[in-house]
């Protein structure tokens, strides 16, 4: 069983760039959930997608978007990068989604975006 | 607003002695509650997990939490750390949140003496 996987490992970019990033969910999950993750700090939620649509958001600009692919895969999109998007950012995939009570998520190694 | 503390932001403990790392939440109703483990560049590794039942939750290398809901607490056990449990732990809490979100705590970094 292939856990879940994203690429690129490492990225860096300057400010006002923009930046994608790519998640592989786990075989049999349908769910993918991304998390920010600064340095010190926990994770914390962007967004949700369930069956290629939106299903929850954090408190995150608009410039932060994604994409769900038919197979599950996902993309994490951000525009106009700023100094304070460098972060490890975390992919989860989970069979259904917690709204669901009782799924749990499980983690991709993340990609370490430096922005400069 | 659902949160999560981990009072101790570093711990240090010999290689062999019992560790105990602090979780507390905030939540109203009954809350889905995790330990995560991440070694340094790696991703997240569920430990375990406390959806209902016994509140005493058994996980993978040897941890163990217990649910106390009238002190909020999930505190993660190890009767006898290794020196390879050196790694960052995170307690989170998850709901029937339409958004179904985790909401992670800061942290606990774990250093190990030999």
């Known amino acids: 069983e292939t856990g879940v996987t994203q690429s690129p490992t490492h990225l860096i970019k300057t400010r006002g760039q923009q930046v994608t990033l790519r998640c592989s969910s786990q075989?049999?999950?349908?769910?993918v959930s991304w998390y920010q993750q600064a340095l010190g700090q926990g994770p914390q939620f962007i967004f949700q997608?369930?069956?290629?649509?939106?299903?929850g958001r954090g408190n995150f600009p608009p410039r932060f978007s994604g994409l769900q692919f038919p197979n599950y895969s996902s993309e994490l999109n951000v525009n106009a990068l700023e100094l304070d998007d460098s972060a490890l950012y975390l992919c989860?995939?989970?069979?259904?989604?917690?709204?669901?009570?009782?799924?749990?998520?499980?983690f991709g190694p993340g990609t370490r975006l430096t922005v400069l | 607003a659902q949160s999560v503390t981990q009072p101790d932001i570093h711990i240090t403990v010999s290689e062999g002695a019992s560790l105990e790392l602090r979780c507390n939440y905030s939540?109203?109703?009954?809350?889905?509650l995790f330990w995560y483990v991440q070694s340094p560049g790696q991703g997240l590794q569920l430990l375990l997990k406390?959806?209902?039942?016994?509140?005493l939750v058994q996980g993978i290398k040897g941890f163990e939490a217990e649910f106390k809901r009238s002190q909020s607490s999930f505190n993660l056990r190890k009767p006898s750390v290794h020196w390879s449990d050196a790694a960052e732990y995170f307690c989170?809490?998850?709901?029937?949140?339409?958004?179904?979100?985790?909401?992670f705590g800061q942290g606990t970094e774990l250093s190990v003496k030999p």
């Open positions: 989170a809490v998850g709901a029937l949140l339409k958004e179904g979100k985790l909401i």
């Open positions: 939540y109203g109703a009954t809350p889905y």
């Open positions: 989860a995939s989970s069979p259904r989604g917690l709204r669901w009570g009782t799924d749990t998520q499980y």
């Open positions: 997608y369930y069956r290629e649509e939106e299903n």
């Open positions: 075989s049999g999950h349908n769910t």
């Open positions: 406390y959806f209902s039942g016994d509140t």
